[in-house]
């Protein structure tokens, strides 16, 4: 124990300096939570052996490690250079969900992060001195942060390689089964990119066991399914995510479109699935559901359409035999 | 006697706080820390996807910060106050040393102090980072020799809070809130002041002129991020040295000044 | 509050100066003031010449500290080398003249053991070869014998008078007034920052001279009264010791020993041994100390 006696004013100053960021990370997390925790309906929290000892804050680190996975992607290190990024990042729908059935075309893609992820580098306008005000000022002020920036480079700079932001999500998920965006996340990114479906099955059931009636978990897990080709089981997420359903309260997404966008994409997928069960009629019933929602979407009549043409062809199929004509009006 | 001494006495200073630092044996415990933090971090599976770089240099270059800066405002914080409380100065003051002598040879020992802990954590880093098959290149010189300036900055403000503060464990949590807090907030000061106008804007213009920069000397973003030959141009180097030594220079007059009239 | 008041002193070259008073007298205020660690308010210091405080004087004078507090985690040699690389020494005769310290303090058998396990004793003589190490003009000690045993202080009185021999001036504060006096040529007194007296132990213990008589009679009365009421300004004290029908008579100077003597023999006393000497340092000290 003597030899420990030299750290013991280093574990108090890093005890308080952890403390001092369990509060920042509270404040932190507040500021920028997106989810809805439900009130806590439903919820259960697991009781790790971690968890007694530190209780809310081992949640805290990993709602904040997913923080970190976001900044890590747009390169950045710190959590407060996440606020020089958000600016460029707000300019887009930062929408993690794969690009399902039925296109992109129900809701904006964010094309930086989805799908192709091709990203070309954003202009390092930060690099021109703050605020915009472009590069010609020579004081000193402005000398010393042109310096700053060539050892921490603010460039909005997508990571080629996305196995570089999993060690994030994994402390992440790790830590907080039960934060929902972290989960969904994670799930994109292993399933639609880095093509560990079981991985993303993993982390999605573990997040339902925190929360059973998520209807986000649900839905993306429905995706997953629909992706592996297990419709049956992806219907059945879907139906439940679709009775779960209720609009976000984050106010990005506070308007109803976002709302209706989300309930649509739901319905879109019950549809697939029935279409991929060999069930027209409940396919067609879903699609209805979907132009309701969505009156002005010409994806969702065309797709209506489509699924009570192909309803009727083969009712008539039945009905007349060879050479008997019949169909919709 | 006196003229050919030559930082002799400084020396003679510094290589008896080497000695007790390797005695106290605080490096040996903050080595093997850091081989657990990185070792348990390299070997984690995470969901058995692979290749994952940047984590490791990023954890690496944090965890060589944080130790680093305790080790170095530990070993100089507290040398004088320590020293004071328990009366070891005198039997030193009573030689023929200036009072200049002994606070530069606290500085000089707090110098290798620190470069040898610097070492050794950099040397555990990039053994796991090389078990794991990460590439380091020049940016591990680059990150290393930044760093280290840092730390020169660092350890001459420690030292002169410490001959302002006649309490070891107040000396340690000022220079470690202080360093930290500049770190942490002085490059948004630039931010604020763009946004402001009038006096407000002059007077966080003055303030970020000031201020030491500490977050000049944090490799974490450039080790994460930037291509593995990205090289700091000589200039820049100047500067950031340049820079370093400057306020190290400033601080030890402080520290100096300080120290110079007190009753031992 | 004033920790010294016009305290004036000039040492010797190659005289042992004690300097004695109660806790808090100012002692070790002095020595630092001779050191220059801190500086006084009115006056000034010169040691050889040199300014007090300079980086000169320092280079010639040793000082051991009261408390022996040294780098706990370093070994003797290497202590006593970081102070002799202070002093400007180095190579091997540093090396020669640390292993010849450490022989000659006693502690050459314990050179490789870290400060932190000495004992006081081990202390105090690190601190004296410390202050030697350089061989200094001026060496000032501050309590050197404090926590030794009686062998150990012997050898430090040896030394002090080696240090003597050799032409050193050496001043040391002490609170055992019994080795002051034996090592001393002269004395100071000091107390509640004012030097009460100062000068050779002679000088300062004169007023304290006594002459003494050991008489033997069976007559005490009669001894009594020829000597006590007449003797009574001859005689510093009144009293007379007995033993075994012997008498002791103490006279303050030698001229009223015969009187005193006379008076004696006249009552019927035989003489039996005649002797001067002094009264202890202790009886001053107390006097000093009390009185003031």
Known sequence: MRRFRALRIPLVVVGAVFLCAQMSAELTVRACRRTNEGGGRGLRRPRTVLSLFIGRLEELVGDVLLLKADNCFHGQTSLLGRTRVGECHQAHSHHEHACGPGGGGSHDHDHEHCCDGHGEPAHDHHADGAGHEGGGALSYEHFLYRQYLKVAPTAHVHLGRHEEIVPWLYASVRLNAGNERAAVVAAYWLDGQLDRPREAERVLRAALAVRPSSWRLRAELGWLHYNEGRFGQALRQCESAIRLFEPSTDEAQADGASAALDLAGLWRLASACHEQLGDLGGAAACAEKVAEILPESAAARERLHELRARLGGEAGAEAGGPGSSSGRP | MLADRSLRAERAIARVMLIELFRRKDLYVLGLLVLVFLGAAASIDFFGVGGAEVYLRELSTTLTLLFTVIIAVGVVARQIPRELERKTLMPILAKPLSRWQFVFGKFLGAVASFTAALAVLWACSALVSALKGVRLTGLLVQGFVLQWLGLVMLTAFALMVSTAVSETAVSVTLSLLAYFLLKGFTSNIHILGSGASGVGASALALAYTVVPHFEFYDPTQMMAFAPLQHWLRPLDWLFFAGYAFGYAAIFLAGAWLAFRRRRI | ?292
């Open chain 3, 1 to 292: 509050m004033r920790a010294l008041d016009g305290v004036s002193l000039e040492l010797r070259a190659g005289e042992i100066f004690g300097l004695i008073g109660p806790n808090g007298a100012g002692k070790t205020t002095l020595i630092k003031a001779v050191l220059g660690l801190i500086e006084p308010d009115e006056g000034q210091v010169r040691v050889c010449g040199e300014p007090g405080g300079s980086v000169a004087a320092r280079s010639r004078l040793g000082y051991m500290p009261e408390v022996a507090y040294y780098y706990e985690l370093l070994r003797a040699g290497e202590f006593l080398r970081l102070c002799g690389r202070l002093c400007g020494m180095r190579g091997r005769r540093l090396e020669e003249r640390i292993n010849g310290l450490l022989g000659q303090v006693g502690l050459a058998a314990h050179r490789r053991m870290l400060i932190k396990h000495y004992s006081k004793g081990m202390r105090q003589k690190l601190g004296l070869a410390q202050a030697m190490l350089h061989g200094p003009e001026l060496l000032l000690l501050d309590e050197p014998t404090s926590g030794l045993d009686p062998l150990a202080r012997r050898d430090v009185r040896r030394l002090m008078l080696a240090l003597r021999a050799e032409g050193r001036t050496v001043l040391f504060s002490s609170h055992e007034l019994s080795e002051v006096e034996m090592v001393c040529d002269r004395v100071a007194v000091i107390n509640g920052g004012r030097v009460v007296v100062s000068g050779t132990m002679e000088e300062i213990l004169r007023p304290y001279r006594s002459y003494r008589a050991r008489v033997r009679t069976a007559e005490a009365e009669r001894l009594q009264a020829a000597c006590g009421p007449a003797c009574a300004e001859a005689v510093r004290e009144a009293g007379l010791a007995e033993a075994m029908d012997s008498y002791v008579l103490v006279a303050r100077t030698i001229e009223e020993l015969p009187r005193l003597l006379e008076r004696c023999l006249a009552a019927g006393a035989t003489l039996e041994d005649v002797d001067h000497g002094y009264e202890s340092l202790e009886r001053l000290y107390a006097e000093i100390v009390e009185g003031e």
